[in-house]
């Protein structure tokens, strides 16, 4: 019998050991897009580290989760900077960009979720930035319907001093059933 509860508890421990570890490498990668991607002048730029860049800023721009209680343009603007160059920080906040988001989800009053984003790199420039085409595909929900809905835009992304940054975002938008406009 003591050998079988020796057995239990070394398997729940293995089971906890793995838990630990697998929210420790889910809070590392989290951490790393708050903290923009890290990366070094004259490194390469990957395609994965750009997709990352981008969802990242895509989740936090386009996310509610509450139709009833959306996040503010402040709330948005401020989790924004991380994943923006100064300039098109600027620009967006100029531009009102954080207040749509809100204003679709309290119109339609259903929810907004980023399913998936990618990225075509386009060209690498003199400067150093790379532009890509890209296709971000929402959620548009509630509890009695929903539908994904497919925005094509186009990126560029810089290296600064403080790793990857959104240096240009542009799309035509996309049209959303019971809306005049749309995201």
């Known amino acids: 019998m003591k050998g079988n509860e020796v057995a239990i508890i070394k398997k729940i421990l293995s ?4 838990f630990v570890l697998f929210n420790g490498v889910v809070a590392c990668s989290k951490d790393a897009v ?3 991607i890290p990366i070094n002048e004259g490194e390469k ?3 994965e580290d750009a997709e990352k860049l981008f969802k990242g800023y895509s989740t936090e721009l386009y996310t509610i989760k509450d139709a009833s209680d959306p996040p503010t343009f402040d709330e948005i603007a401020k989790n924004m900077k991380v994943f923006l160059t100064d300039e098109q920080y600027k620009a967006e906040i100029d531009n009102r960009k954080y207040q749509i988001p809100e204003l679709v989800s309290k119109q339609l009053n259903k929810s907004i979720e980023v399913k998936d984003v990618t990225l075509e790199e386009q060209s690498k420039n003199d400067d150093g930035t790379i532009d890509y085409f890209y296709t971000t595909k929402f959620k548009v929900y509630d509890g009695n319907s929903s539908k994904v809905y497919e925005k094509e835009g ?4 810089s290296i600064t001093n403080k790793g990857l940054k959104i240096d ?5 938008g996309v049209k ?3 809306l005049d406009g749309g995201l």
């Open 176 to 178: 959303i059933d019971g």
């Open 154 to 157: 186009e990126l560029t992304i």
């Open 34 to 36: 708050k903290e923009g």
């Open 168 to 172: 240009r975002e542009w799309s035509r």
């Open 45 to 47: 730029v990957s395609l």
């Open 15 to 18: 089971l906890l050991f793995l």
